[in-house]
């Protein structure tokens, strides 16, 4: 891997001297990020872009979602650009777009599940932020995706053993990789969203990444 408090205060019995008055409750500090951004990888179905959005205004950082924003500049959704542009044409895109919002200082990017497929992709990444994985299981996905249309790369037609098939070799080949990039990986099992943004925030600190006073 690439290498929170009000403060109590006793309340003075009624009749006490003027000195010994309240004192003023400090206000809580906001954690301060020691690095430029934070980026979240992936497999799809792991919640990136719900996590990286209570992330993000856990941290005072604006969230984008790469998919949106490529969604957003092309004005077509995902699966129209596969169909039309295929695979690698998407791929140009996204790096087109992961290159300029990591340039940007005080964001959280929410990347795609393939994002890190393109070594430009992960240098990029490695260099400008603090990438956190977030791992799960094929089970996981399975569950989370099976309702969802519009995964190019997951058709909904399929049989369930043929997406699970389709699942486990994305793993295979993207886990490594996911693995390369990363600064810190979370595993999500069955925790919810809170529980998992309140996981990272404490990796973050234990790796220096994130200064709470």
């Known amino acids: 891997m690439v290498g929170e408090e009000l403060a109590g205060c006793d309340i003075p019995e009624a009749g006490a001297d003027e000195a010994d008055a309240l004192e003023p409750v400090p206000e809580p500090q906001p954690a301060i990020l020691q690095a430029r951004s934070v980026f979240l990888v992936g497999p799809m179905g792991v919640g990136k872009t719900t996590v990286g959005r209570l992330l993000a205004f856990d ?3 604006e969230f984008i979602d790469s998919d949106a924003e490529i969604e957003a500049r092309t004005g077509a959704d995902i699966p129209w650009i596969f169909d039309v542009e295929g695979e690698a044409g998407f791929r140009k895109r996204e790096t087109e777009v992961i290159d300029d919002l990591s340039q940007r200082k005080g964001v959280l990017i929410a990347t795609g599940g393939g994002a ?3 070594d430009i992709n992960r240098e990029r990444l490695a260099a400008r932020g603090v990438v956190v994985y977030l791992e799960t299981s094929v ?4 569950k989370r995706t099976e309702r969802d249309k ?4 997951l058709r909904s037609d399929l049989p ?3 997406q699970r098939k389709v699942l486990e070799d ?3 080949v993207r886990d490594p990789l996911y693995l390369a990039v990363a600064h810190l990986s979370v595993y999500v099992g069955d925790l919810n969203a809170r529980s998992l943004v309140n996981t990272i925030k404490e990796r973050l600190v234990q790796g220096g990444w994130l200064r709470v006073h």
């Not at 089970?139 to 399975?142: C, K, R, S, Y």
């Open 150 to 153: 519009k995964r190019p790369l």
């Open 160 to 162: 369930t053993s043929e």
């Open 139 to 142: 089970d996981t996905q399975m």
């Open 170 to 172: 994305m793993k295979r």
């Open 59 to 61: 941290l005072g950082l």
């Open 116 to 118: 890190v497929l393109a």
